[in-house]
């Protein structure tokens, strides 16, 4: 089974910083969309930040100016740098792949999650 591998989570106090990176356990076809969501417990599962193959980037309001996302073709590797993090990032972050480009939301290669918690 084609599997994401995450890595990069931890515990912070805020105000810290944390990158999470993201690549497929196999080879495959060429990853257009490369995403990263969170879920915290007791809510529903939010984009956090895509990316394109072009390098386009979306961002989830709440993120805009900490979080940066990036990626490296040539090694299939997606990363999120999270800069000033506050309690409220606390939460499961997810990384996706998509093989087409990430308006049309379709993710069908997803990471086990790895867990973030910041404490005030």
């Known amino acids: 089974q084609v599997r994401l591998v995450e890595s990069g989570g931890g515990s912070v106090q805020a105000g810290g910083s944390l990158r999470l990176s993201c690549t497929k356990s196999q080879p495959t076809w060429k990853i257009f969309c490369m995403g990263w969501f969170r879920q915290a417990p007791g809510e529903k599962r939010e984009a956090v930040a895509t990316i394109d193959r072009d390098g386009s980037t979306t961002y989830a309001d709440s993120v805009k100016g900490r979080f940066t996302i990036s990626r490296d073709n040539d090694k299939v590797i997606s990363f999120l740098e999270m800069d000033n993090l506050q309690p409220d990032d606390t939460a499961t972050y997810y990384c996706?792949?998509?093989?087409?480009?990430?308006?049309?939301?379709?993710?069908?290669?997803w990471g086990q999650g790895t867990q973030v918690t910041v404490s005030s």
């Open positions: 996706a792949f998509s093989y087409t480009y990430c308006h049309a939301h379709d993710w069908p290669e």
